[in-house]
């Protein structure tokens, strides 16, 4: 069974940082596009940000500016550095690996008081 390792959520006051990091087998992560989705209660899981095999990024609108996401193909790790947290950015974030299969993280919970 693939294993997608969460880790770097918590609690935040409003306008703090935060960092998750996703560690993947390295034969799925070389060949996935990797990102992070998150879910609110009561909502829809919606996509955070993305970054491709080769590099590029995709962000929502609601993180442009305060969220990057990056790759680390020696660990085989994706991170998402997350700046000026807002309490809507609260949510579970779960990561993501597609490629010819999709995969799930079990879901980090991320919280921000105001």
């Known amino acids: 069974q693939v294993q997608l390792v969460e880790s770097g959520g918590g609690l935040v006051q409003a306008g703090g940082s935060l960092r998750l990091s996703c560690t993947a087998p390295?034969?799925?992560?070389?060949?996935?596009?990797m990102g992070w989705y998150r879910q609110a209660p009561g909502k829809q899981r919606d996509l955070v940000a993305t970054v491709s095999a080769g590099g590029s990024t995709n962000y929502a609108d609601s993180v442009k500016g305060r969220f990057t996401i990056s790759r680390d193909s020696a660990r085989s790790t994706v991170n998402l550095q997350m700046n000026s947290l807002k309490p809507e950015d609260t949510a579970v974030y779960y990561c993501?690996?597609?490629?010819?299969?999709?995969?799930w993280g079990r879901g980090t919970q991320v919280t921000v008081a105001s």
């Open positions: 390295g034969i799925i992560f070389s060949a996935s596009t």
């Open positions: 993501n690996a597609r490629g010819g299969l999709t995969f």
